[in-house]
Nanobody, 117 residues
């Protein structure tokens, strides 16, 4: 299962970005039935959960991004999004999309977000 993440870039503090994670056709039948989410990793640190969405549509956010980031998914486009507003320098990192399907973990290739102060 190949996940294609995109949308990262360089932005000033206070700005916004929207990340996208496109998924293959094979996942369409279960798209709303699997857990998916976004993770962030900075050099030397582990990959941490930023936001997730459950099969039922419930969302969870890291405390540091709550109220600023919104995770969503669009079935017809087989795409998951992360809308990031009011970005801060500490949001800088490589963002990875992730799904759990049939007991396996699948990761996108990562997209770099850099927030300048």
């Amino acid at each position: 299962v190949q996940l294609q993440a995109s949308g990262g870039g360089l932005v000033q503090a206070g700005g916004s970005l929207r990340l996208s994670c496109a998924m293959p056709r094979t996942i369409l039948s279960v798209f709303n039935s699997i857990t998916m989410g976004w993770y962030r990793q900075v050099p030397g640190n582990q990959r941490d959960t930023v936001a997730s969405i459950s099969p039922g549509g419930s969302t969870n956010y890291a405390a540091s991004v709550k109220g600023r980031f919104t995770i969503s998914r669009e079935t017809t486009r087989r795409t998951m999004y992360l809308q990031m507003n009011n970005l801060r320098p500490e949001d800088t990192g490589v963002y990875y999309c992730h799904v759990v399907w049939r007991g396996n973990d699948y990761w996108g290739q990562g997209t770099l977000v850099t927030v300048s102060s």
